[in-house]
């Protein structure tokens, strides 16, 4: 049984930073998921596996000076961003097969900063949790105001 909860945030500015941060470092590692696929599709090489892509893109760029900070926020929202790239890999090529209902669909592209839909996800594994005075309280962010 999978479970989903939507909910509305009221931060404030610091949390409004730490958000914007995550929203950023999704969009980083999300574009560079995209860009190894089609670097390797470019030199017709298999594409690279999940795992390599979460070892490379994510655990090692943390390590290096100009992408230490993705360490700033939640390991978990860069892996769901992976999964995102991975879930549109496999629905564009159902798409090309004609597994997938519907009208056909194109590759996955890049995020835009500029797009004004921004989204993160956070799991179970995460350690999100409802504080008793009604504020959701997540990693790397804060308790958050919430309706």
Not at 74 to 86: C, F, H, I, P
Not at 95 to 107: A, E, H, M, T, V
């Amino acid at each position: 049984m999978q479970l989903r909860y939507s909910f509305r945030l009221y931060p404030d500015t610091s949390q409004q930073r730490a958000l914007a941060r995550a929203f950023g470092c999704a969009r980083v590692v999300f574009n560079d998921a995209v860009r190894a696929r089609e670097e390797a599709r470019a030199a017709k090489q298999p594409f690279p596996k999940a795992a390599e892509l979460s070892k490379r893109l994510i655990t090692e760029a943390k390590q290096t000076v100009e992408r230490s900070w993705l360490g700033e926020v939640s390991a978990v929202v860069l892996q769901q961003s992976l999964r995102d790239v991975e879930t549109a890999y496999r629905n564009f090529f159902a798409s090309l097969k004609g597994d997938r209902k519907g009208p056909k669909i194109g590759r996955p592209r890049f995020k835009s900063r500029k797009d004004a839909r921004q989204s993160i996800r956070f799991t179970a594994n995460a350690r999100w949790n409802i504080t008793d005075n009604g504020r959701l309280c997540l990693p790397k962010i804060g308790a958050v105001k919430v309706k």
